[in-house]
């Protein structure tokens, strides 16, 4: 049990302050006073494993400064071509830098295709740092590649191979993954190749979106990627492939010892496929010498060499959830497993103990997870492991083999994945598959490993689920709520998009979504998945918050930056109901997103429409006549929130702004600024009458109109009204009773 205490004070150690540091020393000394063995092997560990960390993330540091850089570098992982973008890790003067470039022209896009990894390429560009999360609770970027020991953005003008390459053995076995995915990609049909790529490579970027989401959405997506299981199965076939050619046990072994850290290369290092290989070799270890070593031995023993190897590995989701999913399967599982019981239930037992006991990690990290997967995973984990993965290496061997080969088994496999496509889409209707946790604060995901722990020791002693899941389901729920209201002007770069929380989750409301023009493309250069507001900002700002439901959703008017995006908020968010501007709706952008969500109730309004919950009131004072979605007919709404006035002014230019001037209702505590600071609005008559406190201008970084413009920021200073900006604080959030916090803090 030694290693499971080394395991957990690892874990902890790698997030511990200071202050932590001092506790533990503290605690170490009064452990060792009185003589309990077991608290001092832990806090000895965890003084070791923290103090490791410390010394570790204090080497992670850069050489380089930001700037002009042209230079050469060698091409060194992760390079993917999609569309017109071209991306790749690379090394220069012992640094890693993640280089992008646009590919100017389709002969360019084949000639950066046969590019190698050891190649060297003369590039010119600018060295940026990563930017920070600008919206609270997303994806942090430059977290990411910090991890990574990646520190600049290396945005290449021009870059050229200089028909000098560098092939170590690394670079070699990077090149054949590479070179067989392709062949992956362009031989086999575009039906099963992804399914292939992804379950003997663990490369993913093949997948369609769409299939990818429905089977995010089931939890049942991380059959996707090669698990513990896939390689437990190919190390048995290998084991018998091997025994059947007359090798010996003992040589046997030592072959797939040698050949698991190859395969891990293969994968692209993924997290679980190291999990399984440290302890198979452990496992194969204790068998060929006189010492026993048990599954969790082995398991602590794979968590520590790896953390060695890379402490900055217990950030990565995968490397959680594979850790802590396996700890409880060999902790629980063989003692609950024990009892009489067919296989049916034993395989839902392992799939109830894998998604309780990765609840908090998913929570966390996508602020949602899979209500149905307990039971999906019964019959997708067989489909997958015993179907599809031995299919894929069959479909492998014939490509490089036997080509002629191919037909039968892409028949097979692609009947196989249609049904399991066709059946995970039908799921997708049926509601409260998912639930949507949003991402608990720090005490409550603590709270839930606790209960996580609680409820595994309960099932052991007690045999019973049900009362003891009753803990967990209600620290999600309490986590959940939003207990004070919050108004959140998110950064959706050029655009508007701003969530009105009311307390106690009496309200939640959209005003716009954002969105970004599409220019039409070259079919080369378009990409398989494009960047999307929607999709990629909105839609996890509300998760995060806990919402899966919107009770209004307000498009001010049918412009892209303000609209664009509705289309993928629609169909991930539940719209309780659609609200635009009468006339709105003959603009092309709102007919494609209103023909695209044929089921959401919607509404027309004018000046004069209102609603109100509790003490919180929102009053539509323009536009009072039809029109026809533009600047000018945007929806403009005076609302009361937390006992002050708020005017959300959409994009009003000075037209509709002198129009209001004799509307008392305009006269506000907090502006939003009309048309993100364009000198077209926020006219000296206009802040005179308004008086506003604080004004709050949502525009894009370094856009190409710049807003906010010279002009408007003059009228506000003069006005002596204190000015916050999404482009410079990112996220403006203001909480009830508390006041403005940012994304950039």
């Known amino acids: 049990m030694t290693a499971a205490i080394a395991i957990i004070s690892a874990v902890i150690c790698t997030i511990i302050s200071i202050k932590t540091f001092l506790l533990l020393g503290i605690l170490l000394i009064l452990a060792l006073l009185f003589k309990r063995s077991n608290l001092v092997v832990f806090f000895s560990i965890a003084l070791a494993a923290g103090g490791f960390f410390w010394f570790s993330d204090n080497q992670n540091q850069s050489a380089l400064e930001s700037g002009e850089l042209d230079a050469t570098a060698t091409l060194n992982d992760g390079m993917t071509i999609d569309g017109d973008a071209f991306r790749a890790q690379v090394m220069y003067r012992g640094e890693r830098l993640q280089l992008s470039y646009k590919i100017a022209s389709e002969k360019e896009q084949q000639q950066l295709k046969r590019l190698k990894y050891g190649d060297q390429l003369q590039i010119n560009g600018v060295l940026e740092a990563p930017e920070m999360n600008r919206n609270k609770a997303q994806f942090n970027y430059q977290a990411f590649l910090y991890h990574k020991k990646v520190h600049w953005l290396w945005k290449a003008n021009s870059l050229k191979s200089t028909q000098v390459s560098d092939e170590s053995l690394l670079h070699t076995l990077k090149n054949f993954r590479k070179s067989q995915l392709e062949k992956i990609d362009v031989t086999l049909d575009n039906k099963i190749a992804p399914y292939v790529a992804s379950l003997i490579y663990g490369d993913r970027s093949y997948v369609d979106a769409t299939v990818y989401d429905n089977y995010q959405r089931l939890g049942v997506v991380h059959l996707l990627a090669i698990s513990g299981l896939h390689v437990n199965l190919i190390v048995s076939g290998f084991l018998l492939l091997l025994r059947r050619l007359g090798f010996q046990i003992e040589k046997t072994a030592i072959t797939i010892m040698c050949l698991l850290p190859v395969y891990c290369l293969m994968t692209g290092g993924n997290a679980p496929v190291v999990r399984a290989a440290v302890m198979t070799i452990c496992l194969m270890l204790g068998n060929l010498l006189p010492i026993r070593i048990t599954s969790l031995q082995a398991l602590c023993c794979s968590f520590i060499l790896v953390f060695l190897f890379s402490p900055y590995c217990v950030f990565e989701i995968g490397f959680q959830l594979s850790y802590a999913v396996s700890f409880a399967i060999i902790l629980s599982g063989r003692k609950i497993m024990r009892r009489k019981s067919s296989n049916l239930l034993n395989s839902l037992y392992v799939s109830l103990i894998s998604t309780i006991s990765g609840i908090a990690v998913m929570s966390y990290h996508f602020y949602e997870f899979s209500i149905v997967g307990v039971f999906l995973n019964i019959i997708y984990v067989p489909l997958f492991t015993f179907i599809l993965l031995p299919l894929s290496f069959l479909l ?164 892209a930056d303000h609209m664009e995006g509705l289309i993928d908020v629609g169909h991930m968010i539940r719209i309780k109901e659609l609200i635009y501007a009468d006339g709105g709706e003959t603009k092309s952008i709102m007919k494609k997103a209103l023909q695209a969500l044929p089921e959401t109730p919607t509404r027309k309004v004018v000046a004069g429409y209102s609603w109100r919950q509790g003490e919180s009131t929102f009053q539509v004072i323009s536009p009072k006549v039809r029109g026809e979605g533009g600047n000018n007919d945007s929806i403009v709404i005076a609302a009361t929130l937390d006992n002050k006035k708020w005017l959300f002014t959409g994009d009003i230019e000075a037209e509709t702004e002198q129009a209001l001037l004799d509307n008392p209702l305009i006269k506000a505590d907090i502006l939003k600024v009309g048309h993100h600071g364009s000198k077209t609005s926020t006219t000296p008559p206009f802040i005179d009458k308004v008086k506003p406190d604080i004004a709050i201008i949502s525009c894009g970084m370094g856009n190409r109109f710049g807003h906010p413009r010279e002009e408007t920021l003059m009228t506000l200073e003069d006005a002596q009204v204190t000015i916050y900006r999404t482009d410079l604080q990112g996220e403006v959030r203001y909480t009830f009773s508390k006041g403005f916090s940012f994304g950039l803090e």
């Open 396 to 559: 492998l061997f014939c490509l490089n083999v036997m080509p002629i080969l191919l037909v039968v088994p892409t028949a097979i496999m692609k009947i196989a994945v249609t049904v399991s496509e066709t059946f995970a889409v039908l799921l997708q209707s049926i509601p409260f598959t998912t639930w949507v946790t949003g991402r608990p604060s720090d005490v409550f995901v603590i709270l839930l490993v606790i209960l996580t722990f609680f409820f595994f020791y309960q099932w052991e002693k007690t045999g019973k689920v049900c009362r003891y899941l009753i803990p967990i389901a209600l620290c999600l729920f309490i986590s959940s709520i939003n207990w004070t209201g919050k108004v959140s002007l998110i950064d959706v770069g050029q655009g508007d998009s701003i969530l009105i929380q009311l307390p106690w989750n009496k309200g939640n409301y959209v005003i716009d979504v954002g969105g970004q023009m599409a220019f039409e493309k070259e079919e080369w250069a378009e990409r398989k998945e494009p960047f999307s507001v929607g999709k990629n900002i909105v839609v996890p700002v509300l998760k995060s918050r806990g919402i899966s439901k919107v009770d209004k959703l307000i498009v001010t008017h049918s412009d």
